[in-house]
């Protein structure tokens, strides 16, 4: 069993952070996993995650500790899920992507292009009784309904549930990635369909869940065995609250349909954290897509990271409050994570894996 790992994130003021409230913030660090968090009524509170990455952290420090772990994990086989969270503007979709896919200052650079960077160079020293076979798939869900964004015919993926290989999105594209460049030409790809929908339907990508998928199948070539690690990478939607958008209409049911879903996500961690018998009590993963998709992640197979996002400015302290509540709670639930199709625990692994970190290292250096 493992804890999911809770980190929060406090991205710069903005400049109209700036304008409005000057340099104020509503965060005091008092070191790298815990923080005073004050409210608008000068009410303090004390949060301890995992990690905090304050205002001068970089893409490469969140990566190295939230993600790389996770990606090293997925390599062997051992399901991932990385979740960004946190209200509409925060920081998860620079965390997650960085300022552009494709083009961007290498400091700047997401998660998603440091994922695609590690599974390569790590697959390229696997020895030669390992063959590696990498796939991608991108999906969005937009009110309830799960898209896919390699094939925007497929508008409404229907969720399965197999006995080996858990969650599944039932006819989702999976496209072979040879290389780098090539995954990160198919992300963009995936990110500018999403544009196309959301100006067809006139929505804003804050507005739906987006998921990158990467299936990393190991081959034996000894044997012939096959092993797979599934990598979730998952953009949610904006967490604020209905009122404060004074949304009406269409705008409404989106901003209702998002706080069902991750209300949904809330309750789920509730009940695997809070229950009378722990984790004996009955689990409402199938209320919303967004948790049948994630149930694996959250409640079984799988090491997951969440990313709780957050401006520093007073401005928006009673969003952030509500961000690193949810975080604070999600930091309970412990899952069980364990080689995909196989039955065995990560301990076991080591002698089934045939990256070893430290000669890799030698090598690159
Ligand atoms: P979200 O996806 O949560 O709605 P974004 O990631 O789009 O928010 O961030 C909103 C704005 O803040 C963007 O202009 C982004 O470039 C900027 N930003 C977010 N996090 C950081 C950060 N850590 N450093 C610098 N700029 C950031
Ligand atoms: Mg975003």
Do not use: W
């Not at 409404?156 to 780098?180: A, H, R, W, Y």
């Amino acid at each position: 069993m493992s804890n999911i790992t809770v980190c929060a994130r406090f991205r710069p003021l903005s400049s109209k952070e700036r304008r409005d409230h000057g340099d104020a913030v509503c965060i005091q660090c008092v070191d790298s996993e815990t923080f005073i968090f004050k409210d608008e009524k000068a009410e303090e509170f004390t949060f301890n995650f995992d990690r905090v990455f304050y205002e001068k952290s970089e893409q490469t420090d969140v990566y190295r500790f939230l993600a790389q772990p996770i990606v090293q994990d997925a390599l062997n086989a051992v399901n991932g899920t990385i979740i960004t969270f946190g209200q509409t503007g925060a920081g998860k979709t620079y965390s997650m992507e960085g300022p552009g896919i494709l083009e961007c200052h290498a400091v700047e650079k997401g998660l998603l292009p440091r994922v695609v960077e590690e599974i390569f160079e790590c697959t390229k020293f696997a020895d030669e009784t390992s063959k590696y076979t990498i796939k991608l798939s991108m999906v969005e869900i937009y009110m309830e309904k799960v898209r896919d964004l390699f094939d925007l015919s497929k508008d409404n993926i229907q969720i399965k549930e197999s006995k080996t290989q858990g969650i599944m999105l039932n006819g989702v594209i999976e496209m072979p990635v040879k290389d780098p460049p090539e995954a990160l030409l198919t992300l963009s790809n995936g990110i500018a369909n999403r544009a196309v929908g959301e100006t067809q339907m006139n929505i804003a990508s804050s507005r739906s869940h987006c998921i990158y998928i990467f299936t990393i199948q190991q081959e034996s070539t000894k044997d012939k065995r096959a092993r797979t690690g599934k990598l979730n990478l998952v953009d949610l939607a904006g967490s604020e609250k209905v009122e404060k958008t004074g949304a009406e209409g269409r705008v409404l049911e989106e901003a209702k349909t998002i706080n069902k879903s991750l209300s949904a996500l809330g309750n789920v961690i509730n009940a695997l954290t809070c229950g009378p018998t722990g984790r004996g009590n009955h689990i409402p993963y199938r209320d919303s897509k967004l948790t049948r998709i994630l149930q694996d992640a959250l409640g079984g197979n799988s090491r997951t990271a969440l990313l709780c996002c957050c401006s520093p400015s007073p401005t928006n302290s009673s969003e952030s409050l509500s961000t690193l509540r949810f975080g604070a709670r999600a930091k309970h639930i412990k899952t069980s994570p364990r080689v995909a199709n196989e039955d065995k625990s990560i301990r076991e692994l080591e002698n089934f894996t045939p990256i070893k970190r430290e000669s890799r290292e030698k090598l690159l250096n």
